[in-house]
């Protein structure tokens, strides 16, 4: 059964953090750290997003 883990996804350019939202631990390794390209309203631009805890 897949664990809803909730996460901040936090820019890696200028730290500001985005997304709250929830990743499934069935679809990454366990310490795999989620990372995904979203646009930031600082960088006004698409940046690479890396997950934060809380
Ligand atoms: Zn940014």
Not at 18 to 39: C, D, I, M, P
């Amino acid at each position: 059964m897949a664990v809803r883990e909730p996460i901040f996804l936090e820019c890696t350019e200028c730290g500001n953090r985005y997304y709250r939202t929830t990743k499934s631990t069935s679809t990454l390794k366990q310490g795999q750290k989620l990372e995904l390209s979203k646009f930031c309203s600082k960088c006004r631009s698409h940046r690479p997003h890396k997950e934060r805890k809380k």
